[in-house]
């Protein structure tokens, strides 16, 4: 098969080393792709993942078989449906199923509407109703931007004063802003569940745990995650179960009722509260960095599910996994997720791979044949071990071979799992 693969972050660098094991495989291009997924694909970077019509030429021009779309924007931005419309394959979510993610209204409703275990919410386009609701409910609570923030368009809440100043900063986020999520603060340990979907047969990927703010003990900014492992020990089989039975497959046949099938990555974003999965958000594609301690553990051909995914074929598939652990730890440039320095040049990626990490490139570029920093989050460190205990000893010793000035990343990886 030839595929192209679009996007360019740490996600796609594992989906593209996944990808290239495929004995189906004949060829992949990418774009833009990386410095690491040039490894594996021929990176194209003179078009834009915004531009539908260009990107479905190339597809058409290299006579792709299956297009495999790693971010969110250009499946919100309707990529899956000008594809589907030009008679090519592509695993990814359409237009309208991608609202799970684009529109978290949309999806709280659905949620709502079906029966979905989430934290209660009210929906507000004035500022004062939504400042009164708060002042009813008290804190802690959570305020959310609708649409896509880039992850920062959410405000959880200690204090009435901070949810009341959260409302008036949402109007910071544009149009994303404009409609006000508030909902009850769920109290418990979050988890990540991915599952690959044909819109009837839904197969979960091993649980994972993300590390979503800046620093060590869960202190700092929100982040696009800064490590992540798996399996997560939190999504024991009972959880796991659940998972599946309330909220995969009835949120999979809510979409459908709605007239929508959902085809590729579904990604629920849970919290654990007293042995009852909730719902955080939905996102409709793989997890960053999740998607880089899930896919080292899959022993199954990852291109084979997905073009099943695609094609509606994925009855009787079934995935098998090793018993090993995975820890991925990124490491982020000084002052992410603020402002941050660019084109620091990065050494000791060579050595770190030597002692057994896989690289996986986020924010890199090459710039004079040298690899330098490009991006906020800059590389994911990602080893398998036997155990969770093995697994974080060596990713830290891998970790700390590299180096960019102003570097820094989180010490407490999968700490949580260890206690
Ligand atoms: P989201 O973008 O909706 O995933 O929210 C970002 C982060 O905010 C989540 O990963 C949680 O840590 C936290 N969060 C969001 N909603 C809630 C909630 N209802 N209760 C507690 N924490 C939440
Ligand atoms: N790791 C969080 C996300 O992919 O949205």
Redesign the pocket.
């Known amino acids: 098969m030839n595929v192209l693969l679009i996007g360019g972050g740490g996600r796609e660098h594992a989906l593209a080393w996944k990808i290239s094991q495929s004995p189906r495989l004949e060829k992949m291009f990418a774009i833009p792709g990386s410095p690491g997924i040039k490894d594996f694909a021929e990176c194209v970077e003179n078009i834009s993942i915004d531009d539908n019509a260009a990107l479905v030429d190339f597809a058409t021009s290299k006579k792709i078989d299956l297009v495999v779309v790693g971010p969110e924007a250009p499946l919100v931005n309707g990529l899956v449906d000008a594809l589907n419309d030009a008679g090519i394959k592509s695993f990814g979510c359409t237009r309208d199923a991608a609202q799970i993610e684009g529109s978290k209204i949309f999806a709280k409703r659905l949620m709502k509407k079906y029966n979905v275990p989430t934290a209660e919410f009210e929906v507000f386009d004035n500022v004062d109703a939504a400042k009164n609701y708060i002042r009813q409910k008290g804190a802690p609570i959570v305020v959310k931007a609708d649409g896509l923030a880039a992850?920062k368009g959410v405000i959880v809440a200690q204090t009435l004063d901070e949810a009341l100043t959260a409302v008036d900063e949402m109007k910071t986020f544009g149009t994303a802003g404009s409609k006000i999520v508030v909902e009850e603060f769920m109290d418990g340990e979050e988890a990540?569940v991915l599952a690959l979907t044909d819109g009837e047969t839904i197969l979960p990927l091993v649980a994972a745990q993300?590390h979503?703010r800046a620093l060590d003990g869960d202190k700092g900014l929100n982040t696009?995650?800064m490590g992540a492992y798996a399996p997560a020990p939190v999504v024991d089989e009972k959880i796991s179960a659940l998972v599946t039975e309330k909220i995969l497959k009835p949120t999979i046949a809510a979409l459908k009722a709605e007239g929508i099938t959902y085809r590729g990555c579904l990604?629920a974003g849970l919290m654990i509260c007293d042995g009852q999965p909730k719902v955080v958000e939905f996102?409709c594609r793989f997890?960053?960095?999740?998607t880089q301690v899930v896919l080292p553990l899959l022993e199954s051909d990852l291109l084979d599910l997905m073009e099943a995914c695609a094609s509606g074929t994925l009855s009787g598939k079934e995935l098998s996994w090793s018993d090993q652990s995975a820890v991925c730890v990124i490491l982020a440039s000084g002052g992410y997720p603020k402002a941050y320095k660019k084109n620091l040049p990065i050494d000791g990626v060579t050595k770190a791979k030597s002692l057994g990490a896989l690289i996986f490139h986020a924010g890199t570029k090459l710039s004079d044949g040298e690899l330098v920093t490009s991006g906020g989050r800059v590389l994911g460190v990602t080893v398998t071990a036997p155990n969770l205990r093995e697994a974080v000893d060596k990713v830290y010793r891998c970790a700390d071979v590299i180096h960019f000035d102003d570097m820094h990343f989180r010490r407490d990886i999968a700490a949580k799992a260890l206690h």
Not at 287 to 290: I, K, L, S, Y
């Open positions: 992850g990540s993300d979503k696009g995650g990604y996102n997890g960053d960095p999740e």
